[in-house]
């Protein structure tokens, strides 16, 4: 498959100390690090390409334009996306929100429905809550099962309930919290039987910020009207990411821009404004972060010379290996999706007492983390030993108080993954968890 | 930085939290989260006839080590004190109490400051 080792040597970050000890980076579900084609694409465009675009007619103007619409295209390919679909934000959170002040606020009324999760984030939760105080529209939450997974007959219920109130459908594809992804392509097979036109369909919007990094997308197969992503998970830059829309909604205005002012305009008089023609400059209200796209960009390529298939099946190694090793120790619970992944580590094990080359795994509903309650030791104190370790991790509620809420738990810890983790990693995690109990005698 | 944190002075008060008890008869209890860890303490604060020195202290909680440690150490801390002087306690009493050489991490500040927070809403102390 792909060499790890090679892969970290392109992440110049990565190899500090931190507490005098190797850095384990295991926090990349709140961002990745960026490899060193990133970095160095950001500083060339500044170096060599610096000036405003669709603005300048001179030679440096019209090398930044290059820059910002190849770049555009790169990402919107990544994605499997019509550039003219992609809208260029900072983050998901953003995305989010543009769904709803540029379609929610123009398609909702007092009495129509938007489903979501109990298991978003809060990103793709509390958008909605605004939603619902503007319009008069009503929030519903499906829940999940004990096992951390999208309960789709409660959601399947609400449809059929409810018909065509029913407006929007918004979900995370992979939980944040929990890694556990929904099974998005039954969801959008149900959504078509029950509504078989088109125009009655509630759109379904897909907050993508942890699918993005991790599995191979394609917009159009999908067949969601939504997706939003960040770059800085995906080995991209911060402050740039994508809200990803099916060009009927933009080509019929269902899909308004919600952010004015130059750039985006047609024509501007005294009397009134005509928005710009195409469509993703009418999204782009003002001077855009050109050296960022760039980055993301660049970060695009690198996944896609490693081949995301290829990452997903490193990811997953991963997510079985943490998930066996947390497994071994008595006061560690793992939260989340795990018993068709507990079959298949038992079978890989099986295969390598047996002296046989095991065989590429199949692929699981977990992905990209492991989270856990440590008995006894609230989350911030094991992080926090674990950072004496040179470990980062992430411990909290991650921005999913609901999650949380629902399980009773006030605190997990998480353990995400990038492209540049080992199975050593884990073991240096494994290792330093044993000194949580050390510290605190539990 | 947590080898250094987790000193016998935080773990000692984990395992013998002080004053860890509700007051049924306060003059006033507050109760106040930290939504980022999920960290929660309940003060209930008597006074003295004068009404400026608080005269018991107890609360409830539960949370991590550094909230729960801090809050132990503040509430034996200000039992006796004027409430004029518990008007300028700070972070870095609390860095002091807890026996750190240096300033807590700053994703760990609202976990240490989360028992005086609810000390000074409790006294009607502007927060800092």
Known sequence: MFDVAKIKADFPILSQTVQGKRLVYLDNAATSQKPRAVIEAITHYYETSNANVHRGVHSLSDASTHAWEESRAQIAQFFCADPAELILVRNSTEALNGIAYGWADHNLTAGDIIITSVMEHHADIVPWQQVVERTGAQLAFVGVDAAGRLQTTELYNLLEKHGEKVKLIALTYISNALGTQIPLTEIVTKLHALYPAATTRPRIAIDGAQAAPHIPLDFHKLDIDFFAFSGHKMLGPMGVGGLIVRKKLLETNEMQPWLFGGGMIAEVHTAGTKFNEDIAERFTPGTPDVASAVGLAAACRYLQNLGMQNVLEHDQQLVQYTIAQLSQIPQVKVIGPISPISAQVARQQQEDESGETPQQLPVSDRVGSVSFIYDGVHAHDVAQVLDSEGVAVRSGHHCTMPLHETFGWQASVRVSFQVYNTTEDVDQLILALKKVAQVFGK | ?128
Not at chain 2, 107 to 125: H, S, T
Request: include cysteine; hydrophobic fraction near 40%.
């Open chain 2, 1 to 128: 930085m947590s080898q250094d944190l987790y000193q016998a002075v935080i773990l000692e008060e984990l395992q013998h939290p002080q004053n860890k008890r509700e007051l049924s008869d306060a003059a006033v209890s507050v109760h106040e989260t930290n939504s980022s860890c999920g960290d929660d303490v309940t003060v209930f604060l008597k006074f003295d006839a004068t009404g400026e020195r608080v005269s018991e202290v107890g609360w409830q909680g539960s949370g991590c080590a550094i909230s729960q440690a801090a809050m132990s150490l503040l509430s034996e801390k200000i039992t006796g004190m004027l409430v004029s002087e518990i008007g300028s306690l700070g972070q870095a009493d609390l860095e002091s109490m807890l026996g750190l050489q240096q300033p807590i991490a700053y994703g760990r500040v609202k976990c240490l400051l989360i028992g005086l927070q609810a000390v000074k809403k409790a006294l009607n102390i502007n927060l800092i």
